[in-house]
């Protein structure tokens, strides 16, 4: 059994920051890329950020230079840090862990960015 767990979500005033993180536990191994995606209400899943095992990254457009995506591979663990938020950023934030034996996805965080 897998567990995925996120936390760190919340409402926070526009410019402000809010980090992540994501712990996978329990049978799990074999770790490959792990990211974040987000879902806007009404809007299709987005990809927000990747980060390879070896710790190369990819960004959508719309956060570079404001979010950083980083992993603790001892903790199977995946942050993101963001900052200088946007009510455009509103969104569920969801988790998402590639191993060897298929994907798996967190259950999603809140956050919300108030104008």
């Known amino acids: 059994q897998v567990q995925v767990a996120e936390s760190g979500g919340g409402l926070v005033q526009s410019g402000g920051s809010l980090r992540l993180s994501c712990t996978a536990s329990?049978?799990?191994?074999?770790?490959?890329?792990m990211g974040w995606y987000r879902q806007a209400p009404g809007k299709q899943r987005e990809t927000v950020a990747l980060?390879?095992?070896?710790?190369?990254?990819d960004y959508a457009d719309s956060v570079k230079g404001r979010f950083t995506i980083s992993r603790d591979n001892a903790k199977n663990t995946v942050y993101l840090q963001m900052n200088s938020l946007k009510p455009e950023d509103t969104a569920v934030y969801y988790c998402?862990?590639?191993?060897?034996?298929?994907?798996?996805w967190g259950q999603g965080t809140q956050v919300t960015v108030s104008s």
């Open positions: 980060i390879t095992r070896g710790g190369g990254t």
């Open positions: 329990g049978s799990i191994f074999g770790i490959l890329d």
């Open positions: 998402h862990i590639q191993t060897l034996h298929g994907p798996y």
